[in-house]
């Protein structure tokens, strides 16, 4: 029998002049690339919106709006040779501070490594060449947010 805990996890779309904000990663057991959202544990008693919000502050100093949520997940895969499951809230989410959106890579600053959030053209997320995770219905999330912004 499996000990595992499922995982309940709060990440967003963030999405602005073509571009989507990701995490590079990357799986060595596999050995295949992929993006992630950027996101995180929720705390006991904490909303998947104020999460967010605390995530964004402690990865970026950086204050969100966070606009809807997109959808729920429920996610079970493996990475580097362990097994995961995990239910996700995905919202859209957008920087109060325009500036982020016009710079290249944001380091994550809670990180004890490098980790570096990526600005990717969408067109590259729904050509599906590197995965994004966790999987979810991008195209029509991506088509409503370009929408409500056009």
Excluded: C
Excluded at 7 to 17: P, T
Excluded at 32 to 61: D, I, K, S, V
Excluded at 100 to 120: K, S
């Amino acid at each position: 029998m499996n000990t595992g805990r499922i995982k309940v996890k709060a990440m967003a779309v963030f999405a602005a002049y073509g571009r989507m904000l990701v995490t590079p990663s990357y799986d060595s057991v596999k050995k295949n690339p992929y993006y992630r959202l950027l996101g995180g544990h929720m705390e006991f008693g904490e909303r998947a919106e104020e999460t967010l919000r605390r995530e964004m502050l402690e990865e970026l100093a950086a204050d969100i709006d966070v606009l809807e949520r997109l959808e729920v997940v429920e996610n079970i895969f493996q990475y580097e040779g362990r097994d995961y499951h995990e239910i996700v809230f995905i919202h859209h989410a957008r920087f109060l501070d325009d500036a982020i959106t016009r710079r290249e890579d944001l380091r994550n600053l809670e990180a004890a490594h490098d980790e570096i959030f990526r600005w990717i053209p969408i067109e590259d997320v729904l050509g599906g060449d590197i995965p994004l995770y966790p999987a979810a219905d991008y195209e029509r999330h991506l088509v409503s947010i370009a929408g409500k912004e056009g």
